[in-house]
């Protein structure tokens, strides 16, 4: 961890009602791309504080880090058929080609 969000951690525990040293914690994390920490931060910063408007614009801001983050660790992949179902003719053509294919002939979907 930072030696800054460390100190200010420390400032916190002497004055625990201090809600600037709350958002410059909240600060320190988030530029440490630490955005849940910066969260947790920034929120007991508006218990302290509820109508500070910086806290609740920086506690926004790191809100939507978050679930931007979330978001990219949701991979969305392709479905693939397993290979154990596809049976081949002949020809070796898959069955489900040939299925898509006579859905198309006959105009079905």
Not at 102 to 109: A, H, M, R, T, V
Request: glycine share 4%; charged share 30%; with cysteine.
């Amino acid at each position: 961890m930072c030696d800054v969000a460390v100190a200010l951690e420390i400032a916190i525990g002497f004055r625990p009602t201090f809600s600037a040293a709350y958002f410059s914690a909240g600060q320190a994390y988030f530029n440490l791309k630490k955005y849940q920490k910066a969260v947790d931060r920034f929120r007991a910063g508006l218990k302290e504080d509820p109508l500070n408007e910086t806290l609740l614009f920086a506690f926004r801001k790191a809100v939507l880090e978050v679930n931007v983050a979330r978001e990219r660790k949701q991979v969305r992949r392709p479905l693939l058929i397993p290979t154990s179902t596809i049976v081949r003719d002949d020809l070796g053509t898959p069955s489900w080609m040939k299925l898509k294919v006579l859905k198309n002939i006959e105009g079905k979907s």
